[in-house]
């Protein structure tokens, strides 16, 4: 894919590209490590303290109550979790706008933060928040924009403060926005808009800077390309997605 670089142009040699990405991610996990780390202590605390006052139980009772600790434990750690990564996102201001960016910027390096946290949540306990009001609480605090009534069926939306959800949009099962690229040693970071009462399918692609006007369709499976604007009403499809219904057709297509 192509992109206007704007201001923003060169090539990064490849030995300085790679030492910086070990330099990024390096710094990343460490931040992640302790994120998820510090997410750990009210699973642990209570397990443990279970286990000092249950001294005088039985080895099977004493073992049940770890189990239950355990369990009620990993919800409290995912709770903890999203709440950590809300307020270091936040103090530390890691959301980022839409524009094109050197690898070595202080941008890059709040996009990389931003975006290991994002990744930490998906990976370990987001599949528990959807289709629930909680993953649109989530994504707001790592600064989304999402209107009322909105429904996330999906793990997949990467980038949250470069998504704008207006009311009552659907996203449904594994869709996957994309809000960034790369190309030639510049970090391409564009904004995904999804206007009032649109839809997006099971399964299906936004790359960057999509727009999706109100009330429009994208059918399952589709992959829009970037950049890509879909007029209100309309439903669109395929690979890549293209226009197939006006939207007078579009409650037969619902349908």
Known sequence: MTYNHNSVTGMIPPRQMQLGQWLFIGLAYGFAGAVVGLSLVPGLALTSWWWDSSGSSSWLMRLAGVGLCLGWGYFLF?????????AFCRGARLP???GDYPFFSITAARWVFSYLLTLAVQTLFL????????????????????GPDVQINTCQLNDASLLEFGDG????????????ATEGG??????TRLSSGSAIGAGAVLMPGVTVGSDAVVLPGSVVPPNSRIPAGEVWGGVPAQ????????SKVAA
């Open 78 to 86: 995912g709770l903890s979790l999203l709440g950590l990564t809300v």
């Open 96 to 98: 980022v706008r839409e």
């Open 127 to 146: 599949p528990f928040m959807r289709s629930t009001p909680l993953i649109c609480l989530w994504y707001r605090g790592m600064g989304a924009t999402i």
């Open 169 to 180: 949009v659907l996203v449904g099962a594994d869709a996957l926005i994309i809000c960034h």
């Open 186 to 191: 510049i970090l391409i970071l564009r904004k």
């Open 243 to 250: 226009c197939l219904k006006s939207s007078e057709a579009r």
